[in-house]
């Protein structure tokens, strides 16, 4: 009987590593396979092993194929999407000379201020690369590593993102893709390579970097023989070039240049993030400015304190995060990690407005509003990004995608409802990033666009909420408590 292909695509996440074992043809997702992967550090510091990452990569693929009861000689092809912007600096045999410092790591937040200025400011930074600095673009870490570790900057072989370094594990390529090389702060969304003027202002020698492949679907390479001992697959399957987690959820939800446009997707897992794909190059100070996979756009806008700061405020109320009512006249700004937008990458969370009546349900629900708020404040501008008027009637009535750990939980999607008053869609697949990097996966192995199979697939389809009416009161209290708070938050 013939049998059809699978394609393999994997999410390495903040948290977590997911792999999903895809129906090339269809779509059809026949298992997830997890393995978790620690964060550590305290203060700003956040770091991980990438090891760490590679290990679980290999745990989550095997549990992957032993739950779909998969013949792993099936599968055609694997692309990995990872998280953003975190700064992986390995030695000549590939080994990384210490732990990595990901997105939410906030002690390069002098750098990224002294970066900004010797450029000039904050437009020469998005005239070039897209976006300007904060303490999550890679540039600024690297900058701090050279102050404080001039050892491992001058021992470096290699520098990489957490996905290339995985994909390079793969496929013993050194590769990378547009989207997630937009992140970096030393790509030139301008100019689609990288800008010589950012390597000089950062000391960074272009050969330590990574090819950067024509689009996240591009076979990077093929699956070498050790790696595929480790992970049970076929040897020289092919290797997509992969991308950034969320450049590769738009994919997974078939936004891109041969698919939906200007469409809004809010992402709740442990960063908050909105974007949209559009075919305009964005230039805006503030947002990031980043390439999609596909050689579309990808403005978007994130937020250090989403789930994971909501459920710490739920555990220190001892409630479960579905117990969460209306915030009342409480206001939380859940800023545990600091924050990124708005760029206080010192502050700490913020509770105001409690009176004798409050109940713990109202405090929970107003670290629900915070959280929301501030990513959902980025929103008017990533749809300016795309060239529309937030205002009009056509596109104010656009529904948002809610994907990411999040979006499977009602208070989450009430709130999101609530302060937004837009209509909200939830796609079925809970595994969007997961189901880009099969796209990509399969792109790699078949030469198809990866976002017309996605769209094809129909992996982003799922129930509309229809809108409610939008809870203006809360959202100018939260407004006004941020905006006369920020001079104390920036301390
Ligand atoms: N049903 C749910 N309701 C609310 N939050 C949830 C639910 N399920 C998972 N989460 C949250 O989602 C987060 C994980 O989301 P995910 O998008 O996988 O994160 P990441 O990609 O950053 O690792 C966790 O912090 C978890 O608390
Ligand atoms: O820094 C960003 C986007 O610029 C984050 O969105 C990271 O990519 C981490 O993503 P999650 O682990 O929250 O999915």
């Not at 269809?26 to 550590?40: D, F, I, K, S």
């Not at 990378?176 to 950012?198: K, N, Q, R």
């Not at 349900?361 to 749809?383: H, I, K, M, N, P």
Request: aromatic share 4%; proline share 7%.
């Amino acid at each position: 009987m013939p049998r059809s292909p699978l394609v393999i695509g994997v999410d390495s996440s903040t948290q977590s590593t997911k792999a999903a074992v895809t129906d090339a043809a269809t779509g059809e997702l026949l298992a997830v396979g997890r393995a978790p992967h620690r964060v550590t550090g305290d203060g700003g510091a956040r770091e991980s092993d990438p090891e760490e990452w590679w290990t679980a990569l290999g745990e989550a693929v095997g549990a992957a194929l032993a739950e779909a009861g998969a013949d792993p000689s099936a599968v055609t092809g694997i692309a990995v999407a990872g998280q953003q912007h975190g700064l992986v600096v390995l030695d000549g045999a590939g080994r990384p000379l210490r732990p990595a410092m990901l997105w939410n790591d906030t002690r390069s937040a002098p750098q990224a201020t002294a970066l900004t200025d010797a450029l000039g400011g904050p437009a020469s930074w998005t005239a070039r690369a897209g976006s300007v600095p904060v303490a999550s673009i890679t540039a600024t870490k690297w900058q701090w590593l050279r102050e404080n570790e001039p050892a491992v900057t001058k021992a470096a072989a290699a520098v990489r993102l957490p996905h290339d370094f995985l994909t390079e594990r793969l496929c013993g390529e050194a590769v990378t893709d547009p989207g997630d090389a937009s992140g970096t702060g030393w790509y030139a969304t301008a100019t689609g390579g990288y800008d010589p003027v950012l390597l000089d202002l950062l000391h960074l020698d272009e050969p330590l970097l990574p090819a950067v492949a024509a689009t996240g679907g591009a076979r990077a390479g093929s699956l070498t023989a050790a790696a595929a001992d480790a992970l049970g697959l076929p040897s020289g399957i092919a290797v997509a070039a992969g991308t950034g987690d969320n450049m590769s959820a738009a994919v997974g939800l078939g936004l891109g240049g041969q698919g939906l446009l200007d469409h809004p997707v809010l992402s709740l897992g442990t960063s908050g993030t909105v974007f949209a794909a559009t075919t305009t190059r964005p230039d805006s100070v503030a947002l990031n400015g980043f390439a999609a996979a596909d050689g579309s756009y990808l403005p978007l806008g994130c937020t250090l304190n989403c789930t994971l700061a909501v459920d710490k405020v739920a555990q220190l109320l001892g409630l479960d995060r579905e117990e969460a009512v209306p915030g009342g006249e409480a206001v939380v700004l859940p800023y545990l990690d600091g924050e990124r937008t708005p760029d206080l990458p010192t502050a700490a969370g913020l509770l105001t407005g409690i009176r004798h009546d409050t109940t713990p349900q109202q405090l929970l629900g107003a670290a629900y509003e915070g959280a929301a708020f501030t990513v959902l404040r980025a929103l008017d501008e990533v749809l300016r990004a795309c060239g529309l008027d937030p205002a009009a009637p056509e596109v104010a009535a656009r529904p948002l995608r809610l994907i990411g750990g999040g979006a499977q939980g009602r208070a989450w999607t009430s709130t999101v409802r609530r302060l937004s008053g837009r209509a909200v869609i939830v796609p079925r697949s809970g595994e969007l990033v997961a189901l880009g990097a099969a796209a990509l996966a399969a792109s790699a192995a078949t030469g198809e666009d990866p976002v017309g199979l996605a769209t094809a697939w129909g992996t982003g389809a799922g129930p509309e909420l229809e809108p409610v009416e939008r809870d203006g009161e809360a959202w100018e209290r939260v407004a006004s408590v941020l905006d006369r708070a920020t001079p104390a938050l920036l301390t």
